[in-house]
């Protein structure tokens, strides 16, 4: 238990959007249903709305024990902004599936561009985990390894 009687409570982004009058339509939905919603966002999204691609959206978060019912519901009405996917590959710190591949290396790619004087864009074989926001990189056999 945390001060004040609080307890931590644990939450997962299951979906994000590119503006927050989107995500309201979603997390309505969820309220209806009994489901305690949390924004990540919106008011940077509202302020400055060209941040938006930069900060990766408006995050719908839910509580873990809330994350299968809550995908289920967006997905029963037909939101097409669902975009929550487990993953085989899990965190190495929280062992969260909730994790992409980034795909270009920007500063790498900013170097070869002053230097040679032509962009040319560089792919990395990163992995990003948006729960505890780390960046990963696995090596290939430990990849398939996992699936």
Avoid at 14 to 29: F, L, N
Avoid at 38 to 44: G, I, M, N, Q
Avoid at 94 to 110: A, E, P, R, T
């Amino acid at each position: 238990m945390l001060l004040g009687g609080f307890t931590k409570m644990k939450l997962i982004t299951i979906a994000t959007y590119s503006y927050p009058h989107e995500m309201a339509i979603s997390r309505s939905k969820l309220e209806a249903h009994g489901i305690e919603c949390f924004v990540r966002d919106e008011l940077t999204v509202q302020v400055h709305n060209f941040y938006s691609n930069a900060i990766g959206g408006v995050k719908l978060e839910v509580q873990e024990q809330d994350v299968k019912q809550a995908i289920q519901i967006l997905k029963d009405s037909n939101d097409l902004n669902v975009n929550y996917s487990e993953s085989n590959i899990k965190c190495q710190v929280c062992d969260s599936g909730n994790i992409d591949g980034k795909k270009f290396n920007g500063k790498l790619s900013l170097v070869i561009w002053v230097v040679l004087g032509i962009p040319i864009p560089i792919f990395s074989s990163k992995y990003h985990c948006y729960d505890c926001h780390k960046d990963y990189k696995f090596k290939k056999d430990s990849i398939e390894s996992s699936n």
